[in-house]
């Protein structure tokens, strides 16, 4: 695994690759199109189909991540696709470490997810009349929940990139690798939304943090392989 | 050859001696009376085979992204392959138990019967990929990073998921959660459970040898190297 020569140009050359992305998505909003549009219409679904009816806090907890998680997987794929669909991505192979553009698209996957929770979240409270007793711990579970999601699909998006039918085998793909963060986020966001303290929640925080910190890691280690391939 | 012979007579021992010795278990609650935990001794070592499998796969995976040789992409597929098959027996075997002993096919608040259903979905996505993708060197490679992504994932579900949530898991915590194997195990029970695990694992090298050779045999007959 190659390892980066001056590690102050690493920083400047990620923030690079994310901020090449940020432009070329102002220019085309594929890919955050796809991700608040989807997600606003399966809240619009919920929304309209529970009608009167009001859930309790626990579910109201899972209905949440399923927007988010179905959202992601519409969109998510989208930063590596774009690059194969436009030709770019031999350019991109061409003039930067694995590890670099790894780092990139994941912050930027990391940021179209914050701008749909910034999106989602308010929209979530009003429309299916639910608050979060306990915000800290609420933020905290969404920010970890996020870092796992871009962190982990990343690799996958890459992936899928070179196969044929992209967009299903996608969410066939990551959905597994996804279950311990959806278990351990839907866990916090549950005493979350019912006022627990963060100590309640301590064992799912653990293992959301070492399931961010793993898939991470074997991201970075094996994305050169997917890349250079 | 004479291994052959022996895993012959040592799994219809295991089979016969199954059926004839006591039961494992004195249950606190069985729709079957303590007969139906003669299960246990064909469960367990089917789920230990498939955890066996998937780390082969993460193993020759890696020792392809090393050194690319395709047969080493051959021996993880097989891996995997295998993994899935005695996954798919170990779910059947499990929710055959699970009825009789907890009284429902299937129950989504057990973490473990979630775990394996979650590994079903994980190996069959991975032949899903592999049949997606034509070029050979390109489905090899990313194979082989799938099966490790996917194995590290298997590891976090069967052994780091049940023991953050004990709370949902009707399987018996002590055994397998703690690692102290029960030492309310009778001395025959013991024996009968060792032969088992031994045997399956033995027939699952077996089987695994004769598909890489099948497998690579294939290969050289479609002209590929």
């Known amino acids: 695994m190659p390892l980066p020569a001056n590690s102050v140009n690493w920083a400047a050359k990620v923030l690079a690759v994310t901020g090449k992305d940020i432009i070329s998505e102002f220019r085309t909003r594929f890919a955050v199109n796809a991700i608040v549009m989807f997600a606003l219409v399966t809240l619009t679904v919920i929304s309209f189909a529970l009608g009167v009816l009001q859930p309790a806090a626990e579910i109201m907890a899972a209905m949440f991540w399923i927007i988010l998680f179905f959202a992601a997987m519409s969109g998510l794929a989208q930063a590596f696709i774009k690059e194969e669909e436009s030709g770019t991505a031999l350019i991109l192979k061409l003039s930067c470490d694995g590890i670099v553009i790894f780092f990139g698209k994941f912050l930027f996957n990391l940021l179209l997810l914050i701008v749909l929770a910034i999106l989602i979240v308010p929209l979530f409270i009003v429309l299916l009349n639910t608050t979060a007793e306990n915000w800290l711990l609420f933020i905290a579970g969404l920010v970890l929940g996020m870092i796992g999601l871009s962190g982990a699909t990343t690799i996958i998006a890459a992936i899928v990139s070179k196969a044929s039918i992209k967009g299903a085998l996608f969410t066939v793909l990551s959905f597994p690798i996804l279950m311990p963060l959806l278990a351990a986020v839907i866990e916090i966001t549950k005493i979350a939304f019912i006022d627990g303290r963060f100590s309640d929640a301590a064992a799912p925080i653990q293992m959301l943090i070492a399931f961010d910190v793993v898939m991470i890691t074997l991201s970075v280690m094996l994305f050169d392989f997917v890349w250079r391939h | ?225």
């Open chain 2, 1 to 225: 050859m004479w291994w052959k012979f022996l895993i012959y007579l040592v799994m219809t021992a295991v089979i016969v001696l199954a059926f004839i010795t006591a039961s494992p278990m004195n249950p606190v609650s069985s729709l079957g009376g303590p007969e139906v935990y003669r299960i246990f001794y064909f469960h367990v070592p089917q789920a230990w085979v498939a955890t066996i499998a998937f780390l082969m796969a993460i193993f020759f995976s890696i020792r392809f992204l090393q050194t690319r040789r395709m047969d080493y992409d051959v021996k993880a597929s097989t891996a995997c392959r295998l993994g899935l098959l005695f996954s798919i027996l170990a779910t059947i075997s499990g929710s055959i138990f699970a009825r009789m002993t907890w009284g429902e096919f299937w129950n989504w608040s057990e973490i473990r019967e979630v775990s394996i259903f979650v590994l079903l979905l994980i190996y069959g996505g991975y032949f899903a990929f592999r049949s997606a993708v034509s070029d050979e060197q390109t489905r090899a490679a990313f194979s082989a990073v799938l099966s490790i992504l996917f194995g590290v994932s298997a590891v976090f579900l069967i052994f780091i998921l049940p023991r953050i949530y004990p709370v949902f898991s009707l399987h018996p915590t002590d055994s397998i959660v703690n690692g102290r194997i029960s030492i309310t195990m009778s001395p025959m029970v013991a024996i009968i459970f060792g032969l088992s695990l031994v045997s399956f694992t033995a027939l699952f090298l077996w089987i695994y040898k004769l598909s890489v050779e099948i497998f690579t045999l294939a290969r050289y007959r479609a002209g590929e190297r």
